[in-house]
């Protein structure tokens, strides 16, 4: 059920080499790198990680850009889990939609704040 696990750093570069050695050794590589966010992992291998700086522009702290995330069989169902988690106390954090090449998600937070997303790739 979890697609991938993001965890927050202050220094991306430091991240980038403790995550690259980490990847090799498990025969992976990285598959996604932004000026923020580098991600590990083998698309459609299972799950996979990435370090990325907080979207909030804050200092990463435990908790704060760590985001589980549910991969989905399609859009469609993207769109349920995000419409099941409003209805059940959840609050937006940013509506299904594509977010990149071949990437789309929906964002929420659960009742007590904590980060998810549904994605789906391709």
């Not at 083998?42 to 996979?48: D, S, V």
């Not at 990325?52 to 804050?58: E, S």
């Amino acid at each position: 059920m979890i697609g991938y696990v993001t965890v927050g750093t202050n220094d991306l570069p430091r991240a980038a080499k403790f995550y690259d050695a980490i990847a090799a050794e498990m025969g992976t590589g990285r598959m996604m790198e932004f000026e923020t966010f580098i991600a590990w992992g083998t698309p459609g291998g299972g799950c996979g990680i990435a370090a990325t700086k907080p979207f909030d522009g804050q200092q990463a702290t435990v908790g704060n850009g760590v985001m589980v995330a549910i991969e989905a069989r399609d859009q469609d169902q993207v769109q349920r889990l995000y419409d099941l988690a409003l209805a059940n106390g959840g609050s937006d954090e940013g509506a299904p939609g594509p977010r990149g090449d071949g990437f789309y998600a929906g964002y929420f937070r659960d009742p007590d704040g904590n980060k998810l997303n549904a994605f789906v790739m391709g």
